[in-house]
T-cell receptor, first 111, second 115 residues
């Protein structure tokens, strides 16, 4: 069974700190990696996607991918209370096939 | 650009009843997904359509769940008969492969409660 593993949290960080969210996956054939944010009672919304090994930065967010270690992470710099949500890691094959979501990590940013 | 539309937003039924959900994807998106999200879990892919063809339904409980996407646009997901464990949020998503990303855009979901 192909899996995506995340720590369930909650991860609690003070406002202004860096939040680090981690995800491991079991299928070495995975090609596309996504981080979604989901507020309570809402649907997931895309934060970032990454396809290649290394770092990808977008504003306060940085996604990191290491295919050899089957590991993907999300760093949130200058965390804000509005970042408090569940962060879902998703992994798929090329073309969006066989998408598997992790159970998510709950993040709480304390003001 | 209009987002993914779903209806109804909420549904409460008794076990053994049937229920249907509707989804209209973002215009031009060829790929449509139905997910089941149980409270506290990540979304679980039930079925994926490419235009009006099924490309993955390996996790769809076919004895009670069915889905169709006639004409390659909107889609319906049906449960018949419903069980208590079907209580969940049913999310529809769409994507446009070939535009450099297979990012999925989600609708607001339908929250199903089976009593």
């Amino acid at each position: 069974q192909k899996e995506v593993e995340q720590n369930s949290g909650p991860l609690s960080v003070p406002e202004g700190a860096i939040a680090s969210l981690n995800c491991t996956y079991s299928d070495r054939g995975s090609q596309s990696f996504f981080w979604y944010r989901q507020y309570s009672g809402k649907s997931p919304e895309l934060i970032m996607f990454i396809y290649s090994n290394g770092d990808k930065e977008d504003g306060r967010f940085t996604a990191q991918l290491n295919k050899a270690s089957q590991y993907v992470s999300l760093l949130i710099r200058d965390s804000q209370p509005s970042d408090s949500a569940t962060y879902l890691c998703a992994v798929s094959n090329t073309g969006g096939f066989k998408t598997i979501f992790g159970a998510g990590t709950r993040l709480f940013v304390k003001a | 650009e209009a987002g993914v539309a779903q209806s109804p937003r909420y549904k409460i039924i008794e076990k053994r009843q049937s229920v249907a959900f509707w989804c209209n994807p973002i215009s031009g998106h060829a790929t449509l997904y139905w997910y089941q999200q149980i409270l506290g879990q990540g979304p679980k892919l039930l079925i994926q359509f490419q235009n009006n063809g099924v490309v993955d339904d390996s996790q769809l409980p076919k004895d009670r769940f069915s889905a169709e996407r006639l004409k390659g646009v909107d889609s319906t997901l049906k449960i018949q008969p419903a069980k208590l464990e079907d209580s969940a949020v049913y999310l529809c998503a769409s994507s446009a492969p070939g535009q450099g990303t297979d990012t999925q855009y989600f609708g607001p979901g339908t929250r199903l409660t089976v009593l």
